[in-house]
């Protein structure tokens, strides 16, 4: 391929229309999305992607019934751990005041790199735009001896392209910062039945697009 993006940016929706469509209860939804993540992220390195963000889930999503609420709880954590396994320079981000959030996931609030980390791997564990817009992290004054702001995921990079499961075509809050150029590619199966197909299709889309970044 000619081009590829640098960073691209995932929603992998529809874990609970594609349980209720198989006769399972909501929650067992999330469970089946781990084997694509992991799948999608080794297409990724194939690809000499650098960079690639997860959607893990939102502080919108904790208001569901609590059997869902620990249900994908428990999926990020084993997400996590699964791709730690993996060479990988990974980062959770999300707000850790809040008892949502995986205690199991604090150890990885600071990025951390497994085997050669050549692919950098961001996790958005209950994250909500309004909380990472309002974040002041302390830093060194300025010159004027005023104190620098940061949004909580200053350390993610801009996303080329965002590709979403499940056919909604939102963003649902996902790094509205990061996104502004974004290019949006819609998949209209359910994350659980993630096809490899699915990856290459967004990258011939790619392929195409006039990407002038505003200029």
């Known amino acids: 391929m000619n081009r590829i993006p640098n960073h691209i940016g995932v929603i992998p929706d529809g874990n609970r229309r594609w349980a209720t469509m198989n006769g399972l209860s909501k929650e067992k939804g ?71 959030f995986p205690k199991e996931l604090l150890p990885y609030t600071e990025r951390k790199i497994f085997g050669d980390g050549k692919i950098k791997l961001n996790f958005l564990v209950n994250y909500s735009w309004q909380w990472d817009l309002s974040g002041i992290i ?27 499961w499940g056919g909604r075509r939102r963003l649902s809050g996902f790094l509205p910062i990061q996104t502004v150029y974004s290019d949006f590619y819609i998949i209209d199966d359910y994350w659980p039945d993630f096809k490899p197909q699915n990856f290459y299709d967004a990258l011939n889309w790619y392929q195409k697009q006039d990407i002038t970044l505003g200029g």
């Open 138 to 164: 302390t830093m060194p004054k300025n010159k004027n001896n005023d104190i620098m702001k940061k949004i909580f995921s200053s350390e993610i990079s801009r996303i080329d392209l965002v590709m979403r």
């Open 30 to 100: 999330y469970d089946a999305g781990l084997n694509p993540g992991l799948e999608l992220f080794k297409l990724c390195k194939a690809e000499g992607i650098n960079e690639l963000t997860f959607y893990g889930f939102t502080q919108d999503n904790t208001k569901r019934p609590s059997e869902q609420t620990k249900a994908f709880q428990k999926s990020c954590i084993d997400a996590v751990v699964m791709i730690a396994n993996e060479d990988v320079n990974l980062l959770v981000i999300g707000n850790t005041e809040s008892s949502m």
